[in-house]
């Protein structure tokens, strides 16, 4: 199993609506957790953190589900800007390694 | 303003040239990384320094070298050992957050195409 997974899709959503995509990690011990987002071509950037109680940012809600081992990213409203690739990073604290997921790729239709 | 530069933006070289990506960061970030990424692929870890003078090889350290020898800096070297060069490179660095989670901040890339 990989370290870190993600359904690479892409997914193509009409503007305006709710979108949701997860990933799963294998470690266990894994202990920071984040998404970033990338537009062709470009650096990833980072979108946000996601904590034990999830959190939220705007239209944006992430959530950690330690049980299952998966974080999850909603999009609300969605708009054509948001069209993009979204990376899942997942941080072994102890030895610092950083795992990256392959990404999500989200195309918004007007 | 703080962040993280790399040059060049694009970089063409023959096969069988050393070629040399540099990565320097304002942010007093004490670890850095460096990322190489193919078209429709994830990031792969290639070399990371957690404090200067220290480096340690990633997932594809093979025919890449590095330098740590400034906290701002960590050039890192093509050889002409890597089977297939061509390639999105990406430096970033990382401190502790608030949370103490380590959020990593990305230069902008180096392209690199070797023929």
């Known amino acids: 199993r990989k370290e870190v997974e993600q359904d690479p899709g892409p997914f193509n959503v009409p503007e305006g609506a709710t979108v949701a995509f997860n990933c799963t990690y294998s470690n266990s011990a894994s202990q920071s957790f984040f998404w970033y987002r990338q537009d062709c071509r470009k650096e990833p950037k980072l979108l946000m953190s996601v904590y034990s109680s999830g959190n939220e940012d705007g239209r944006f809600t992430a959530q950690l589900n330690r049980a299952s081992q998966y974080i999850s990213l909603l999009i609300r409203d969605s708009k054509l800007s948001d069209s993009a690739t979204y990376l899942c990073v997942v941080n072994r604290r102890r030895d610092d390694k950083i795992i990256f997921g392959k990404g999500t790729r989200l195309h918004i239709l007007p | 303003d703080g962040g993280i530069t790399q040059s060049p933006k694009y970089l063409f070289r023959k096969e069988g040239q050393n070629v040399t990506l540099s990565c320097e960061q304002n942010l007093n970030h004490d670890a850095m990384y460096w990322y190489r990424q193919d078209p429709g692929q994830g990031l792969r870890l290639i070399y990371y320094s957690q404090i200067v003078n220290d480096f340690q090889k990633g997932d594809i350290a093979e025919g890449y070298s590095v330098s740590r020898e400034k906290k701002e800096s960590f050039p890192l070297t093509v050889t002409s050992a890597q089977k297939n060069p061509t390639a999105f490179y990406l430096c970033?660095?990382?401190?502790?957050?608030?949370?103490?989670?380590?959020?990593?901040?990305f230069g902008p890339g180096t392209r690199l195409t070797v023929t």
């Open positions: 970033a660095s990382s401190a502790p957050g608030l949370a103490g989670d380590y959020e990593q901040y």
